[in-house]
């Protein structure tokens, strides 16, 4: 795949619309920290697919392997104390970029009592309000709408956050997503919309299925500016969020960032992705790997290959832990059926 | 011959409302399309427009006139040709009574109602099923609310009042407590619930949405997921199909699916169940099926004391709350307790009418009718306990088998479909648990199985009716 093109087009000469990001410059620090939290989120997805084949982890697994940058360049850009972030059912890698324990999720997706969710959630339906992680959405385009919830909230109580709210290029033709675009301009919602664009909803590729398939522009007949990103490009993700933060902090409401990029494995573990072909994903891991592409741009500032590999190898060691933790530590107990039903007793 | 205008009926349920103002004055040529009066229904003031062209020959009705009946000649109109003065003076004798029974301060040897029927028959009040309802929902509880301290002193409020001064209150007590939905702001309220909360509160907490339920029901939620405690309004319940994913999906299921950690701490509420004459996509009852979910409450209230109740109840609830008003129910008053706090506990059914032989169980406006199949049935020597469920999850079993202990008898009254009902919810629970009480299978009483049908006579056929409940009770007591 090739890189995706510059961002928007000249603005319209009737409205503001942000400047054109640039790409973020990290210091060699904050690029080694891009690189770990990359990796983590490859190798845990990694894992759990084995662990998927193993019958450990049930149901719906959907891995984010091939869309690490998005979620660890954007997310880099949020002021943890303040800004809230929603996503889908695509959702260990958002969380991981969190900084969540890897042990926690890992467990969740296993079905174990020590799960962020106590083993009641599942893959798709993990949440940290520690974190201002508020999910974790199983219903495809649910969290554009609760998003906008956040944002809403977050501008009710004037806390100073933005909300940051993840789905897809398949979510984004879901009728709600307008519902919400149409609010959240209306009343300028402190929200960037976030559309991670990995070219397939589950079997039908964008052009299959979006009579306007350059997603940025899904805002323009609500006046939300639109800004296309190479999602594959960790600089270039972090870039876009500082651009999109600043239009959204100064009050301007809502924008929207496409993120192309593309996604390694089936839609979940169940599915053989036959709608592609194995040179397309092929092309793509040599061409545009996320993490590859990094991993360059330390080598040639200088950093070692030994320091890469010990880093490399803690990664791993982590994963580990964090998969047998999963594997070991036990399942709810049966009492834990009936509570979280309700909060109070009536 | 001068032409009569009468009183309009404004919205389907108003029977009398205040001539506010007059537009014009005797003598004046009016045209169709000319607005004639102000006139005031128990939600807003509407203006009354001619239809007829001609010269206002008699004002019967002063401005300012309360309580005027629909269907009351108020205005007489010369046509085209016609002298006025002599149209005023052949309409004679009539239109003084007329003009005597609108004036508030009129003459009291005559009761006002007699002289509407003599002079003028109301306008043909069409015999519909939910008239039925509406009228049967002027029945009280026969006894004392428990909950209520010994002495209160009660202030009669329409059911619309009370909601509106639940939220008030609630609004005032908490800041993370705000309203939105279609119309609640500006409009004041499509059904005026939300009337004088914008002036009150401020376009920050009173926020009119678009047309747009899915979004708004998910923006709602996730206010509530992030700490806020939204009270959402459907314009009616039956919109809210377009936001059931929201309500279910998002709002019930998020505390369990996170552990716990996730609260949702929401109020949907708005009207339910069958309104007058509006048809199969504006008339149903989801009662049963948000009833039927874990991670909800569901309440349906019936009188003033109760939506008020039990609605600042729900809005202080930590949990998501659906809250099933009724379009009929919202004009109708009732004594609500005059108390700094008036909280109602979730989850408490309340007897409304003590009784030994059977029991009828129903809730939201099927109370009234339960309770005026009660009055009938004791007058031929059959004396039944009415309980009203008041929440439908969680449901209070408790009362119900206790009553069904005493009576041995029971039977289910409920304004919706009968399949898959909170009624056959009730049965299993009373053979379940309450077998060895039954001294005759319960029944139930429920709306016809088919949409609800536009035509009149097919509208009352299809909707529930205290006759039907008599029947059934009687089937239960072998008699």
């Known amino acids: ?44 997805e990694e894992k759990a697919g ?18 690490e940058a998005v979620a660890v360049g954007l997310q880099s850009a949020l002021d943890g104390e303040k800004d809230s972030v929603i996503t889908g059912y695509r959702d260990h890698g958002h969380m991981l970029a969190y900084g969540i324990d890897p042990q926690v999720i890992m467990a969740e997706l296993t079905g174990r009592a020590a799960g962020i969710s106590r083993g009641k959630g599942g893959s798709m339906h993990m949440f940290s309000t520690e974190h201002k992680f508020y999910g974790g959405h199983g219903i495809v385009g649910a969290q554009v709408s609760l998003g906008a919830g956040l944002a809403f909230k977050h501008k009710y109580s004037g806390d100073g956050g933005v909300c940051m709210a993840y789905f897809g290029d398949g979510a984004a033709n879901q009728g709600q997503v307008y519902e919400a675009f149409n609010m959240a301009e209306l009343w300028k919602l402190p929200i960037i919309f976030v559309i991670e664009n990995n070219q397939y909803a589950m079997g039908t590729s964008v052009n299959r299925a979006s009579s306007e398939d350059q997603l940025y522009r899904r805002g323009e007949s609500f006046r939300i500016p639109g800004i296309q990103v190479d999602g594959m490009d960790v600089l270039a993700c972090r870039g876009a969020a500082e651009t999109a933060l600043e239009w959204v902090r100064a009050g301007k409401g809502p924008v929207i960032l496409e993120m192309k990029t593309y996604r390694y494995r089936g839609h979940s573990m169940s599915d053989p992705a036959k709608y592609r072909s194995r040179e397309e994903v092929q092309a793509v891991r040599d061409k545009s790997d996320p993490i590859e592409h990094v991993k360059r741009l330390l080598e040639e500032r200088g950093v070692k290959e030994d320091e890469l590999k010990s880093l490399e190898q803690a990664i791993r060691k982590q994963v580990n832990a964090a998969a047998d933790f999963a594997e070991q530590t036990p399942e709810p107990e049966p009492a834990e059926l009936y509570t979280d039903v309700l909060v109070e007793r009536y | 011959m001068a032409i009569e205008i009468k009183m309009p009926a404004l919205s389907p349920t108003m029977e009398e409302g205040t001539l506010a103002k007059w537009l014009v004055k005797e003598g004046d040529t009016v045209k169709s399309g000319d607005i004639m009066a102000e006139i005031e229904t128990d939600k807003a003031t509407m203006e009354f427009e001619a239809v007829d062209e001609g010269t206002v020959a008699k004002i019967l009705v002063a401005e300012g006139t309360d309580n005027v009946k629909v269907g009351t000649a108020i205005m007489l109109l010369a046509g085209e040709g016609e002298d006025a003065a002599t149209a005023a003076v052949g309409a004679g004798d009539a239109t003084k009574e007329d003009s005597a029974q609108g004036n508030a301060a009129a003459d009291e040897t005559k009761p006002a109602d007699t002289v509407e029927d003599s002079a003028h028959p109301a306008q043909e009040k069409v015999d519909t099923g939910a008239r039925q309802l509406f009228d049967a929902a002027s029945h009280k509880a026969e006894v004392a609310d428990p909950e209520v301290p010994a002495g209160t ?8 009042e009370a909601l509106r001064d639940a939220m008030a209150e609630e609004m005032r007590a908490d800041d993370r407590v705000f309203v939105m939905g279609e119309e609640v702001a500006q409009y004041q309220g499509a059904y005026k619930v939300t009337q004088g909360l914008l002036d009150e509160f401020g376009d920050r907490r009173v926020i009119d949405t678009p047309i747009t339920e899915y979004g708004f029901a998910g923006i709602g939620t996730g206010a509530a997921m992030g700490g806020l405690k939204p009270i959402v309004e459907f314009m009616t319940f039956n919109f809210a199909m377009q936001a059931i994913d929201h309500i279910i999906n998002s709002a019930a299921k998020t505390n369990y699916m996170s552990g716990g950690q996730m609260r949702c701490p929401i109020v949907f509420r708005g009207p339910n169940g069958a309104a007058s004459r509006v048809g199969a996509q504006h008339s149903q009852n989801y009662g049963p099926w948000y009833a039927s979910v874990p991670g909800l409450i569901v309440i349906a209230p019936y009188d003033a004391a109760d939506a008020k109740g039990l609605l600042k109840a729900a809005i202080r609830s930590e949990d998501p709350v659906v809250f099933l008003e009724n379009e009929l129910m919202y004009g109708r008053s009732f004594d609500v307790p ?6 109602l506990p979730i989850g408490k059914a309340r007897i409304m009418r003590p009784g030994k032989d059977v ?9 009234g009718l339960a309770l005026e199949a009660a009055e009938t049935l004791a007058g031929e020597g059959i004396d039944a306990e009415v309980i009203d469920l008041r929440t439908l999850r969680p449901l209070d079993k408790e009362t119900v088998l206790k009553s069904l202990a005493k009576t041995n008898r029971l039977v289910v009254a409920e304004e919706g479909w009968p399949t898959c009902s909170i009624a056959s ?22 709306n016809e199985d088919v949409p609800l049908p536009y035509a009149a006579n097919l509208e009352k056929l299809a909707l529930i009716d205290a006759a039907r409940i008599v029947t059934a009770v009687k089937k239960v007591c072998y008699k």
């Not at chain 1, 319209?12 to 690189?35: K, M």
């Open chain 2, 338 to 343: 005059k108390l700094d706090d008036w909280v």
């Open chain 1, 1 to 44: 795949m090739a890189r995706a093109p510059r961002a928007s087009e000249p603005p319209l000469p009737n409205r503001e619309r942000p400047g054109e990001p640039q790409p973020y410059e990290a210091t060699n620090d904050e690029l080694l920290q891009f690189y770990k939290e990359m990796l983590l989120i490859r190798r845990f």
């Open chain 1, 50 to 67: 084995q662990l998927y084949g193993l019958g450990l982890i049930g149901g719906f697994c959907h891995l984010y392997i091939g869309q």
């Open chain 2, 425 to 446: 919810e009730i049965m299993a629970i009373c053979m379940e648990e309450g077998f060895d009480d039954l001294d005759a299978p319960v029944l139930r009483v429920a």
């Open chain 2, 153 to 160: 002193e009660m202030v009669r409020t329409t059911v619309r």
């Open chain 2, 359 to 367: 029991t009828i169980v129903s809730y939201s406006i099927g109370v």
